[in-house]
């Protein structure tokens, strides 16, 4: 150990996991120098201490670790597969660094957290963080508050998620821990800087006074927004940007966009608990809201009114609430219900927020409609409503209803649509409002614009210029074309005014966000055209959390930014246009331009080309020029060179000039006049080519189609349309407005010029390549010759894909908003279409008629509804989509019984889908969901239909609907097998379309994690199969942390598919596909590659692109199957579930081995062949040790997490081959199966290694039963029979570690529901006793009845009834007593099955130890006492009598426990010894009566000593039938010594017994009322004598009732909590005045004091006192109490007690440490006070406990405690007692055996030459000086200290005989010794009593004759320590003996007394007399509970006689009294 040389030459990492510390600390200093060295981040050399990181910061030597701290922040900064150590180094650091001393270990555990944040695992820390929260060290938590807070203010809330922090922040505040308060203030002032207003909700419940303190701290706070400054690894670019921001004066708009974003992230409502209220309606509420007396129906609604205040709401079914609300809206008469109604509607719209959607629709036309009411607190009401209501929906939702009333002949309805739209659009962004929703609106408002009322026409402007403000001028001034001017400002006036929701002026749309915009071409004014667009990305990267929006205007505007000023361009006069032009075009030129030789014109119009050639973009006047190319002969030019110079130039000007629209229209007329041209129409054709790419193409369509019909030329017409199909394909289809020029192509199809229909038909054809089958419908009505040509074309088009666009990329960019709302249109280019079509609207022909027939009880009529309704549907071919009541009454037909009607409404839906189109989106919630539940139908073609109908509805409104809210998850968790696979096979279909979806797909994955492990194979694969599409849009990091709430044995099964799934996840649709569905594709690719780099905040880009290759590697190796293609393994994987479920093993191989090379699978079956347990020597003792040395985590949980799963994994792969390693910790349970198999087969030949791996085997099975799956259970269960067979054969016994590490396990699976698990779980615990100690397994069984499962608290009860049984009494532990009790406690348990398994097990006990099971199981209630009775009768008659029965087992017990199982055959052959005891006990007590101790055998020594049994002689016989007849008592020859001691010892001291009894009682009135008797008599000093002698038994009943309030009264909810305080209250009052008399508090035991101390400091800690009212005063006078019980009770017994319980709560790890804490507070309390109590303690004693404790806690062991306290305090208490005594000290050592091998004594030896060293000479002359100056002296001194030890004798309960005896013995030895100093200080009653005791043994010894023994004087044992198990009833002990064996003693005492006919009061004294001697406070439990039998029997007996007129001295009214109170208490007591 010593020689540092075997450990140097060692490599790093061995030197890092080295035993010795010194190793360590030298490998981690060389780690730190390597780490820092390593540049490369991918080297392999950080692959070696991936697994020891975590030993780096938990390493035991503090030293080594402030090192490994260190080496662990390098490694985590600059490795790049620190990451996967992130979950179990920070548990490290929470666990085994936060509660560090050393400030410099935190600060370094504080960095290693927010360094993995840095390195993105920010979610694990914080998870890990959380957790540290609930750790009961408040260093830990306080140190994990400030990591949190330091992690929110340098990375901001984007990175840490708030929403869980809050959540656990207003627990900290209740802590009792200051610092823990002051640092959750902290972080919620560093919470409220980020999301401000939104904390205060969450903590408006805590403490009033610390809320006034944090809003006094959030006042302080700066408002500026706070900045994120510390970023990611992903964000570093950010940071750059961040820093020039920061040097440029920053961007503060978008700060302020940024903190809004913030303040959104958490939401109030998120954490509030939903209320369910649809139950709680009154249930006549249908009734009265239909009522004809309004105030019922007022009535009605104040009851909703009241339920919907709740601010959340619970999800259910609201449509009848909400259809009744409806109806009062549109049809009551009375307002002011109307006004309630919409109340309630607004209330429940706020409540359920997104889960209100569904029935938006039916309540927002009621609602419109409704504003012709005039009222204006009507109106009120109905706009709150429907802007909540707006609020749980999408403006595209019901914009077909606002639209409906828009034209409405009611001003009102007009104006409150317009102002509620204003109000709507306010809350929308540019993504959620997009041109197709904006457009009608538009038309609609410039309609009202003109009305004749002026309040519609101001909220028609409001309206729009909210609508401006939010999109920008840009995308809606081409709605505003026909406006005027003064319109137009006004408009723009009302934009100015709106102020958005949430966005202080950072909305403000176009405006804002174009002066950045605008900056970027001149930045890049050198580039080329196509320059700026490349430069767009990186704007869009600069603010990744605004969903696009920002980055797409940017990018429109950097292309073409100056476009903005000539958008609108004003036209110019002919004058203005020849100046500007003169000023750009040589003169001749413009000259020329009109000349008459058509030879000039073409020399000019040369030099203008040259001109424009050479013209810069910015100084080319654009429309000048194109005036003067128009100016005569301009577009009628002759001669036709000119003419295509004229139309090239025309060319050349839009592309090279910034061309705007109003230039276009100047030219267009020419181009279209001569695009048919032959000479001139190629060029014509470009010229519009290069007009459409500069200012747009379904503009410049529009303009030519409309100038090509409006011509007669069909030739114009016909290369127009030539044109157009050819520039779409160029251009790509996006924007065009089909129906602009539908109607046109229509006219071109009638046309008689076949060319033209030619050309339309062909234009058709391109446009069904962008449009598809929808373009049909516009041509349903042609001729069919016609219509067969186009199906002709199409047909040619069909399967063809258009070409991607090249032309338009910048002007379509800029026009289009680029947002990610109009990826919707990657099917919604369809949607724009269908958009078109005229509709119709059925709502009035769906009649009630019609809905009542759907829904009626005949399936005949409602057939009948269904054909109607199909044939509505097929009449109107497209329908509007208000359709009145039908979804519901279809939504009915669904689940119809009836399957051919179910198909039929499947069809009926399907038609619905076809005829609504895009608007059917509405109707998704209410009847699409419903379509999903078909999926789950038993019928295949059910199923099939349901399928076909839901692709039909999504083809029509895209995925997003579908995926919103919850209905899709709630739909998943229907364990319908046939649901779940439709269900995810639909979906696994239609994801990976889709680039963007709802962040409520999250909500789907418990439920897909529960698939994953469904009963289904089916559903298990399609499970699979989803996985990749899941991920794909969630992202690995996400979906790994959602299965945090697995149980641990599935969770390992699912991430081991994530991490599969993962290498098959595909990659999500490109833009190019966008290009499919009508976007530019040019510019997609672009913004596609542009945001790539910016989505940082998407995880599945930011984890799964970095890393697939590392972590593949990783888990491939995992099966036999390594090489397997990463392709490939997920579906093998679901192959071989099915597999393994149909097929041979040999068809299995097959599919195994498919991907590879048969040698590999060769190869495994080799390495499967030989032994598979491998013996390792020494490997399990080693294992112990490291357990013992806490160098590996204890086997002890709730559920198994990660960290033991990998811990066994790893001590496995030692003792296990590699391929069963791999088959027992792989996820999939049939592997599982299959291992045990193996197992099973190789256990019988390879037992040895077997055992030698028990505890590993034995561990790894306890993981499998936290598995779910009955078949490994019930293979698990067969093992383990067989395990434990072969284990008893080989006679091995469990180790406790085996045991401890396995039994607790088992006895959960004994609380199974299936009757097979739990009979094979009872026949392994039966087989269990015979390799492991029954009297241990009976604990673990004890901890097993405490479990809420009723199944296994009866199970375990019934198993320690057959063990008491089959091993007896003996097998209780720690004592019967205890055991029993806590058994009695289930005989009032709810559970039928539990009650009567407690009865069971009693009556087991009373068959083994018979009466005395009343004694043993305490206070019973008198339910529960006649239900045992009962039980106990009934058995009588089936069982031999219990006396029979006790013996054998115990007697058998130590010899083999299991010879018990022929405990039963062998009985009759075993002598009694137990009534040969007693026998034995009463010849002895008749032939000697100077025996004292007559009641203090010791049972047990008799019973299980056979050796005595022959000396023992036979039972003395009597007659039985005595017990039951009165006994007539003889009077007694000589009187008593003092009646008046017998007066109060006789008839006080009973009483007291029996109220003593009471304070323990179950009830809380009982307790109080015998605790206030007892208050009354304490409280005056001339009664309080009479409490002497009861003090013991007094403090054991309360610190009874102490633990009876702990462990029942506080947990019970039903009792109130005031009437606990008062019992709590009672006791302590009594307490403080028993303890203010110093004489009574010096009788109470040691046993009993560290009972009674133990029961305060419980107290103390009780977290639950706290929430009574006034509990903080209760605990500051229990403070009191043990400060009085420290100073006033024996200092010998209370430091005695105090260090007992300090080493029990040391041995205990479940008790608190807080608990230890406060026991060393106590004992360095009494260590202060030494100098002053020293002469008054037994040294002897106190020497003896602490050599006990050192014998429990040597030295090295003391040291390795968490805490160094107990080392100090122990040193400190010896040290103290040597200062005090010297080296005197060591001749106190006489009570310890062995003293040589004592750590004490070496200690204080120690101890003692280092004080004598320091002091010299002098120290030692003034030591002699002091204590023994002279010989005489010594004497004195010896005197007195023998003296003072006899008294102590007899005013201890223990020792009182003994000291009376040493006090006689002394004062025969030394006759002259003086006495009075040692009385004078002492009660009268105590000097009688010692003169009494000394004349009692002084007339014993003489033989004088027999004076009667004083009943004052105890009967004690002069043995303390005997057993608990085996006391008598006067003993301490226990037992009691039954009603005969009293009636025995009775007889023996009165021969010895000489008693003749005494009265019936003189029997009383040897049975009130009994008290107890008290070895331990368990033991006078048992004591207590016998007087109080004798008490009731001489209560009894005093009542059936006649008093005697010899007994006068104590007054008669006196006895009276104490008679009628015993009655009242016994008549309470029952």
């Excluded at 007396?293 to 009535?299: D, P």
């Excluded at 195994?1152 to 079956?1165: H, I």
Aim: with cysteine.
């Amino acid at each position: 150990m010593g020689d540092d040389s075997e450990w140097m030459k060692l490599p790093i990492d061995q030197k890092c996991e080295h035993k010795i510390w010194k190793a360590r600390l030298n490998g981690y200093e060389e780690a730190l120098k390597l780490f820092q060295r390593i540049e490369d981040e991918k080297s392999p050399e950080w692959g070696k201490y991936l697994g020891l990181v975590k030993r780096f910061v938990t390493d035991s030597n503090a030293v080594a670790q402030l090192k490994g701290l260190e080496a662990a922040l390098a490694y985590i900064e600059n490795a790049h597969v620190a990451g996967k150590t992130t979950g179990e180094v920070v548990s490290g650091v929470v666990c085994k660094v936060f509660n560090q001393p050393k400030a410099r270990a935190k600060e370094l555990g504080s960095d290693i957290c927010l360094m993995y944040i840095e390195i993105e695992k920010a979610e694990v820390v914080q998870d890990e963080l959380i957790k540290g929260l609930d750790n009961k060290n408040p260093k830990i938590v306080v140190t994990c508050l400030e990591t949190l807070r330091k992690a929110l203010c340098e990375f901001g809330s984007k990175i840490i998620t708030l929403k869980p922090v809050v959540k656990v922040l207003p627990k900290q505040f209740e802590s009792r821990e200051k610092a823990v308060r002051d640092e959750a203030k902290l972080l919620a002032v560093e919470i409220y800087r980020w999301i401000r207003d939104a904390l205060r909700a969450p903590l408006q419940n805590i403490n009033s006074v610390q809320l006034k303190d944090l809003e006094e701290e959030w006042l302080k706070l700066p408002t500026t927004a706070p900045k994120q400054t510390r970023f990611l690894r992903s964000q570093q670019d950010l940071k750059a940007k961040f820093e020039q921001q920061q040097a440029a004066g920053g961007d503060e708009a978008d700060g302020d966009n940024d903190e809004e974003a913030e303040i959104a992230q958490v939401d109030p409502y998120e954490l509030l608990e939903a209320v369910e209220i649809l139950s709680k309606l009154p249930k006549d509420f249908y009734e009265k809201i239909e009522a004809k007396k309004w105030q019922e129906r007022k009535e009605a609604l104040e009851a909703v009114e009241t339920l919907t205040k709740n601010p959340k709401l619970e999800n259910g079914d609201y449509g009848d609430l909400v259809r009744a609300l409806k109806k009062v809206i549109g049809k009551d008469a009375n307002v002011m219900l109307v006004a309630m109604a919409a109340k309630c509607l607004a209330a429940l719209a706020a409540g359920l927020r997104k889960k209100f959607g569904t029935y938006a629709g039916l309540v927002v036309p009621t609602i419109l409609e409704k504003f012709k009411e005039k009222k204006p607190q009507v109106v009120q009401a109905l706009q709150e409503a429907i802007d909540a209501v707006f609020l749980t929906t999408t403006l595209q939702n019901i914009s077909e209803d606002v639209l409906s009333v828009m034209d409405n002949k009611n001003p009102s309805i007009k104006q409150q649509a317009s102002l509620f739209l204003a109000r709507s659009f306010c809350r929308c962004t540019p993504s959620t409002l997009p041109k197709s929703v904006l457009k009608p609106f538009c038309a609609a408002f410039l309609k009202q614009v003109n009305d004749s009322a002026p309040e519609v026409r101001d909220a028609a402007f409001e309206a729009l210029g909210t609508a401006m403000k939010v999109v920008g001028e840009k995308a809606v001034n081409p709605f505003l074309t026909d406006v005027d001017k003064l319109k137009l400002d006004k408009i723009k006036e009302c934009a100015d005014k709106v102020e958005l929701v949430g966005k202080k002026g950072g909305g403000s749309g176009g405006e804002k966000k174009e002066k950045p915009a605008a900056k970027a071409p001149s930045v890049e004014a050198p580039a080329k055209p196509s320059g700026p667009s490349k430069k767009a990305p990186p704007a869009k990267a600069a603010g990744p959390p605004k969903k696009g929006k920002p980055a797409s205007a940017p990018s429109a505007k950097s292309k073409k930014g100056p476009d903005a000023k000539e958008f609108v361009e004003t036209e110019l006069s002919l004058e203005v246009c020849e100046e500007k032009a003169s000023a750009v075009l040589p003169a001749s030129c413009m000259q020329l331009l009109d000349s008459g030789n058509w030879k000039e014109r073409l020399a000019s119009m040369e030099e203008f080309q040259r001109a424009v050639e050479q013209m810069d973009k910015s100084e080319m006047p654009c429309q000048a020029l194109v005036r003067m190319l128009a100016k005569k002969p301009g577009w009628k030019e002759t001669n036709f060179q000119v003419m295509q110079m004229k139309l090239h130039v025309v060319g050349l000007i839009a592309q090279k000039g910034l061309f705007s629209k109003t230039s276009a229209l100047v030219v267009l007329d020419g181009l279209v006049d001569k695009v048919g041209d032959v000479k001139c129409g190629s060029n014509a054709k470009e010229a519009l080519t290069a007009i459409g790419e500069a200012c747009s193409l379904p503009w410049i369509a529009e303009q030519v189609v409309s100038l090509a019909f409006a011509q007669k030329n069909p030739k114009n017409q016909a290369e127009t349309l030539n044109w157009l199909a050819n520039a779409m394909k160029e251009f790509g289809f996006a924007g065009i407005n089909v129906k602009a020029f539908i109607n046109n192509v229509k006219t071109a199809l009638g046309a008689t010029n076949p060319a033209v229909r030619t050309s339309a038909i062909a234009l058709l054809g391109v446009m069904y390549l962008y449009m598809g089958a929808p373009l049909r419908m516009f041509f349903e009505d042609e001729k069919p010759a016609l219509l067969q040509q186009i199906n002709a074309e199409f047909e040619k088009m069909q399967g063809q894909s258009p070409p991607a666009p090249f032309r338009g990329a910048k002007k379509a960019g800029a026009e289009e908003e680029g947002d990610v709302a109009e990826e919707e249109e990657v099917d919604g280019g369809p949607g724009d279409i269908m958009d078109l079509l005229p509709r119709t609207d059925i709502s009035d022909k769906i009649t009630y008629d019609m809905v009542s027939k759907i829904s009626d009880k005949n399936w005949k009529v409602r057939k009948e509804g269904l054909d109607e309704v199909a044939a509505i549907i097929s009449e109107a071919k497209f329908i509007q989509p208000s359709i009145g009541e039908l979804p519901m009454a279809l939504k009915g037909r669904l689940n119809d019984s009836n399957k051919l009607l179910v198909q039929q409404t499947l069809n009926i839906l399907q038609q619905i889908a076809t005829a609504m189109g895009p608007s059917l989106k509405q109707h998704v919630r209410n009847l699409g969901i419903p379509v999903i539940t078909v999926l789950g139908d038993s019928k295949a073609n059910v199923r099939a239909a349901a399928m076909t109908t839901l692709n039909a509805w999504v083809e029509q409104t895209g995925m997003k609907e579908w995926l919103e809210g919850e209905d899709l998850s709630e739909e998943l968790k229907k364990e319908n097998p046939f649901l779940r696979q439709e269900l995810l096979g639909w979906l696994a279909e239609k994801l990976p379309t889709l680039r963007t979806v709802p962040s409520d797909l999250m909500l789907c994955l418990p439920n897909l994690y529960a698939c994953l492990e469904d009963r289904s194979g089916d559903v298990r694969k399609k499970a699979q199969d989803a996985l990749p599409t899941f991920m794909m849009h969630l992202g690995y990091e996400k979906m790994v942390k959602a299965t945090s709430k697995l149980k641990p044995a599935s969770k390992d099964q699912v991430v081991g598919m994530l991490e599969k799934a993962r290498a098959l996840m595909p990659a999500k649709p490109a833009a190019p596909g966008k290009a499919a569905a009508s976007k530019p594709a040019s510019s997609a690719p672009a913004a596609k590659q542009a945001s790539a780099p910016a989505r940082n905040q998407s995880p599945s880009e930011d984890f799964s692109e970095p890393e697939p290759k590392p972590d593949t590697k990783k888990s491939k190796p995992a099966g036999p199957a390594a090489k397997k293609s990463e392709s490939m393994e997920l579906k093998v994987k679901g192959e071989k579930d099915n597999a393994k479920l149909n097929r041979t093993p040999s068809s299995e191989k097959g599919v195994v081995g498919k991907k590879p090379p048969v040698k590999a699978g060769a190869k495994d079956e080799e390495d499967r062949s030989g032994p598979i347990f491998i013996l390792v020597p020494n490997a399990k003792e080693q294992r112990i040790k490291e357990e013992k040395g806490l160098k590996i985590l204890k086997w002890n949980f709730m559920t198994p997490r990660d960290e033991y799963v990998e811990q066994l994994k790893t001590q496995m792969s030692t003792c296990l081959p590699k391929w069963l390693q791999d088959e027992l910790f792989h996820f999939d349970f049939q592997r599982h199966v299959k291992a045990i198999g193996v197992m099973i087969e190789h256990m019988e030949p390879e037992c040895d290694a077997v055992i030698s791996c028990l505890d590993l085997v034995l561990k790894w099975f306890t993981l499998r039963f936290f598995d779910t799956n009955t078949s490994v259970l019930m293979k698990v269960l067969e093992f383990l029979k067989l395990l434990f067979t072969m284990l008893s054969r080989k006679n091995y016994q469990l180790s406790d570690y085996e045991a401890s590490s396995f039994i607790p396990y088992l006895i959960l699976k004994v609380g199974e529901s299936k009757d097979v698990v739990r009979k094979d779980v009872r026949a392994i615990l039966t087989m269990l006793c015979k390799v492991y100690a029954a009297s241990k397994v009976f604990p673990f069984l004890m901890d097993g009845t405490k479990s809420k499962n009723s199944k296994q608290r009866s199970e375990c009860l019934e198993e320690l009834g057959c063990l008491i049984e089959n091993f007896g009494m003996n097998v209780c532990q720690p004592t019967p007593a205890k055991a029993l009790k806590e058994i009695g406690i289930h005989i009032g348990d709810r559970d039928t099955t539990v009650r009567n398994a407690a009865l069971n097990t009693v009556v087991a006990v009373y068959n083994t130890c018979g009466e005395q099971v009343f004694k043993l199981i305490g206070n019973l209630s008198e339910k529960e006492m006649s239900m045992l009775e009962e039980r106990i009768k009934r058995s009588a008659k089936k069982t031999p009598a219990p006396s029979t029965k006790q013996e054998r087992p115990q007697r058998e017990q130590p010899t083999n426990p299991n010879a018990t199982f022929l405990r039963k055959p062998a009985q009759e052959e075993v002598p009694n010894k137990l009534n040969q005891a007693r026998a034995q006990n009463a010849h002895l007590e008749q032939s000697s009566a100077s025996i004292p101790k007559e009641f203090q055998l010791d049972l047990d020594v008799f019973e299980n000593n056979h050796t005595c049994a022959s000396e023992i002689p036979d039972l003395v016989q009597h007659k039985l039938d005595e017990v039951l007849e009165p006994v007539m008592i003889p009077e007694r020859k000589i009187r008593s010594v003092s009646p008046h001691f017998d007066d109060i010892h006789n008839s006080t001291a009973s009483t007291i017994n029996f109220v003593i009894s009471q304070v323990a009682s179950g009830d809380i009135n009982t307790s109080i009322q015998a605790l206030a008797q007892i208050d009354e008599v304490l409280r005056q000093a001339d009664k309080a004598e009479a409490m002497s002698g009861h003090i013991d038994q007094f403090l054991i009943a309360t610190f009874m009732q102490l633990r009876l309030i702990y462990n029942t009264h506080m947990a019970d909810d039903r009792l109130d909590k005031k009437d606990v305080f008062k019992l709590y209250s009672c006791i302590i009052g009594n307490m403080l005045s028993l303890f203010s008399m110093e004489s009574l508090a010096r009788e109470a035991s040691m046993g009993v004091l560290k009972d009674l101390m133990h029961g305060l400091i419980t107290l103390m800690l009780d977290s639950r006192v706290e929430d009574i009212e006034d509990g903080q005063q209760l605990i500051r006078s229990v403070n009191l109490l043990m400060v009085r019980v420290l100073e006033k009770s024996d200092q010998t017994n209370i430091l005695s007690a105090l260090l007992v319980l300090l080493q029990d709560s040391l041995i205990s790890t479940a008790g608190s440490p807080m608990f230890s804490e406060l026991v060393m507070k106590c004992l360095w309390r009494m260590i202060r006070f030494l100098p002053q109590t020293i002469n008054s303690i037994n040294l002897d004693r106190i020497l003896l406990d602490v050599h006990n404790f050192m014998k429990v806690f040597p030295k090295e062991k003391l040291k390795q405690l968490k805490s160094d306290v107990p080392h100090r305090t122990l040193k400190t208490l010896l040290h103290t007692l040597c200062r005090l005594t010297g080296s005197k000290i060591l001749d106190h050592m006489s009570m310890i055996e062995n003293r040589n091998e004592s750590e004490l004594e070496a200690h204080l030896r120690r101890v003692v030459k280092h004080s004598v060293n320091l002091s010299g000479l002098k120290s030692d002359k003034s030591t002699e000086k002091g204590a023994l100056r002279s010989d005489d002296k010594v004497i004195k001194a010896k005197v007195s200290d023998i003296l003072s030890e006899i008294f102590k004798k007899i005013g201890s309960k223990e020792n009182t005989k003994e000291g009376l005896t040493e006090l006689y013995e002394y004062k025969q030895k030394y006759s002259d010794a003086d006495l009075e100093p040692f009385l004078r200080n002492t009660s009268q009653f105590f000097q009688s009593y010692v003169e009494r005791g000394l004349r009692m043994i002084e007339s014993e010894r003489e033989g004088k004759g027999r004076i009667q023994t004083s009943t004052g004087i105890p009967q004690h044992s002069t043995d303390s320590y005997l057993p608990s198990s085996s006391a008598v009833p006067v003993s301490s002990n226990g037992e009691d003996l039954n009603a005969a064996a009293y009636y025995e003693r009775l007889k023996i005492l009165r021969q010895r007394r000489g008693l003749e006919n005494s009265t019936p009061e003189e029997d009383r004294p040897p049975l009130s007399s009994l008290r107890p001697s008290v070895a331990s406070s368990t033991d006078m439990l048992h004591s207590k509970l016998s007087q109080l039998k004798e008490s009731r029997e001489h209560f009894q007996q005093e009542q059936s006689h006649s008093h005697s007129p010899t007994r006068s001295s104590s007054p008669a009214s006196n006895l009276d009294d104490l008679k009628k109170r015993l009655e009242r208490i016994k008549s309470n007591r029952q």
